[in-house]
């Protein structure tokens, strides 16, 4: 077989048994592993003859394992097939190729590293920087400086690397920059590299000493960075927060000591990253103390849709900064494919009183989270009044009731024809928590433009309803809601609705009507509603009969007893003396108690 069939090999089958079959059909030397032999220097031409021909294989992995090998032949011909599949289709090829130049040391070989550093592929650039690093070539340092900008912290963890191992004191101070990148390699890279073209500085033995195994050593180890304030040391503070735990407070210790805003990209790291609550709102406090602005910013370089993980750590601590200043981040995050960040967004958002523009809110209205839902449905209610219309038939005719219930929730937000039109309809719903919601909406609002709905609502055969139509009564003072209260208090069949009712009635209790009412509810069937009557009664200044004081007083149920004895003990009624003197020697102490005080009241009344 001649060395110019290899096209036509098997390509399932691996480079080094390609080279042997292309080896042996070959007319070459017997073969020895002798390269100073005359033989052993043919055998091996035709080795690397073999697998040059091989980089030309349509299989992209057999170019690859070819430039792979050719690390092994460092003559003119090999260094000049790797620059060729420099250029190679496949990354994975030219990844290979510049790792495999590595072992060439010539100006060829380092225009071709220089282009690498260009390449498409961040893991080509990569290989490129490491290569130059490893050739000390300090015709590179400037480029290497640059790759530090790269947009892949792959390439800017092995840039910087790569300009430790020149020690390139060029360097140092885009290196220091290095260290408050938002990647944890990148910053450790930096301060590594820094270690070895500054071994003198007195910070890098510190920092050593945090990689101790001996708690007490790195205890002392972090009093004297606290100390010494260098900010080289803040990438190797982080990696100890996230290793070290027993020594987390203090490593916040330390980095309070900074008062600088290049500090700040660590305190808010350690906000998201730590799961104790004390250390991050220590963190975060800890960063607004030092500059709000620079928070902020760092916040925002975690609102990454690539890492919802740690976007959503920076939206809830969005949610406790002030609220003015968080506002262009959270209509960002509003952004993010992510729905609990878009619902917490939107909930600060809206809580804050802040406008979302209408084509976002569009997109939001259509989402199946509620909360969310609700909370963009009340923006666009509530700052796109004139626009809002268009989307109201779809909710109140939606199917889905959580939809039907957001719209009757945010009523109070409509104007006030479209709010009595759609509370009509919605009244009719056949879903009770929609009913309720209408009404308490409404109780937000102007309740006497809308009294006649209230009082619809206190005729709903759910309870639940009718308790918010006495949310809505109790707020005017018409007569007709009094009336309606009164009727609830007397006959409704819900012992919850009568005592809210009483309670609703408490500063209407000066009418005859609602007093009377009242009254004749101190012999309800309920203790509840018993014990709220009494409530309204004194409250409103008004008083009891001596014969409904003294069978309150003897009250099967204590509560009842004890909410009299409440009233009696500041305002004291002669006439209850006897049953006093009888409740003195009950066998229940709050009652005796209670009784006790009520005595002595009426005792000092009387002197």
Not at 14 to 32: H, I, K
Not at 186 to 198: K, N, P, T, Y
Not at 315 to 332: D, G, I, Y
Not at 395 to 401: L, T
Request: charged letters at 20%; one cysteine or more; hydrophobic letters at 40%.
């Amino acid at each position: 077989m001649n060395i110019s069939d290899a096209e036509h090999i098997p390509e399932q089958q691996t480079v080094a048994q390609l080279l042997q079959q292309l080896l042996n059909s070959a007319d070459r030397p017997t073969e020895t592993t002798d390269v100073n032999t005359p033989d052993g220097q043919i055998a091996q031409e035709m080795r690397q003859l073999a697998t040059i021909t091989l980089t030309t294989h349509p299989d992209p992995d057999l170019r690859r394992e070819a430039a792979e090998l050719l690390a092994n032949h460092q003559t003119s011909t090999a260094l000049q097939t790797l620059l060729k599949l420099a250029q190679d289709p496949e990354a994975d090829v030219r990844q290979q190729a510049l790792s495999s130049l590595e072992k060439f040391d010539s100006e060829a070989t380092y225009q071709g590293l220089i282009q690498g550093l260009q390449d498409s592929d961040y893991l080509v650039r990569s290989t490129a920087a490491e290569v130059l690093g490893s050739q000390k070539n300090q015709k590179a340092v400037e480029l290497l400086i640059q790759a530090l900008k790269d947009p892949y912290y792959i390439v800017r963890a092995t840039a910087a690397e790569a300009l430790g191992n020149m020690e390139a004191f060029l360097a140092s101070p885009a290196l220091q920059d290095l260290l408050l990148d938002d990647d944890q390699w990148v910053r450790f890279s930096a301060a590594e590299s820094l270690s070895q073209i500054e071994p003198e500085e007195n910070v890098w033995p510190l920092l050593m000493e945090l990689n101790s195994t001996n708690s007490n050593d790195q205890k002392i180890a972090l009093q004297q960075l606290g100390g010494q304030i260098d900010k080289r040391a803040i990438p190797f503070l982080i990696k100890s927060f996230k290793t070290m735990p027993e020594h987390q407070t203090q490593i916040l210790k330390v980095f309070e000591r900074f008062h600088d805003p290049l500090v700040i990209p660590a305190l808010i790291e350690v906000a998201l990253f730590t799961e104790q609550p004390h250390l991050r709102e220590t963190a975060l406090i800890q960063a607004q103390q030092i500059d709000l602005k620079s928070s902020l910013e760092s916040l925002a370089s975690w609102l990454d849709p690539e890492h919802i993980a740690y976007a959503q750590r920076a939206v809830e601590a969005l949610t406790q900064l002030p609220s003015q200043q968080t506002t262009p981040l959270l209509q960002s995050a509003l952004q993010l494919p992510d729905t609990w960040i878009r619902t917490v967004a939107m909930l600060t958002l809206h809580q804050h009183q802040e406008r979302v523009e209408l084509n976002v809110l569009k997109h939001l209205l259509k989402e199946q989270n509620p909360d969310l839902v609700q909370a963009a449905l009340q923006n666009l209610l509530q700052h796109h009044p004139s626009q809002c219309l268009k989307f109201l038939a779809e909710f109140v005719s939606s199917k889905q009731i959580w939809r039907r219930k957001a719209l009757a929730s945010s009523l109070h937000l409509l104007g006030n024809q479209k709010q009595t039109e759609i509370a009509e309809h919605l009244l009719q719903d056949t879903e009770s928590d929609i009913r309720e919601a209408v009404l308490k909406s409404l109780g937000h609002g102007l309740v006497d433009s809308h009294l006649p709905l209230f009082i619809k609502g206190g005729q709903d055969s759910d309870p639940w309803v009718r308790l918010a139509a006495i949310e809505g009564l109790e707020q005017t003072d018409a007569e007709e809601a009094q009336n309606h209260l009164v009727q609830l208090l007397k006959t409704d069949t819900d012992l919850m609705v009568r005592a809210r009712a009483a309670e609703a009635l408490e500063k209407k209790s000066g009418h005859k009507q609602v007093l009377l009412a009242l009254t004749e509810a101190l012999s309800d069937s309920s203790a509840s509603v018993r014990k709220q009557a009494i409530h309204a009664i004194f409250s409103s200044g008004q008083s009891i009969t001596i014969e409904k004081t003294s069978a309150l007083l003897q009250d099967p149920d204590k509560n009842v007893c004890l909410t009299l004895l409440q009233y009696l003990q500041k305002h004291p009624i002669k006439a209850t003396q006897t049953e006093l003197k009888l409740l003195l020697s009950s066998e229940d102490p709050q009652v005796k108690s209670a009784a006790n005080q009520a005595y002595q009241t009426l005792i000092s009344q009387a002197l």
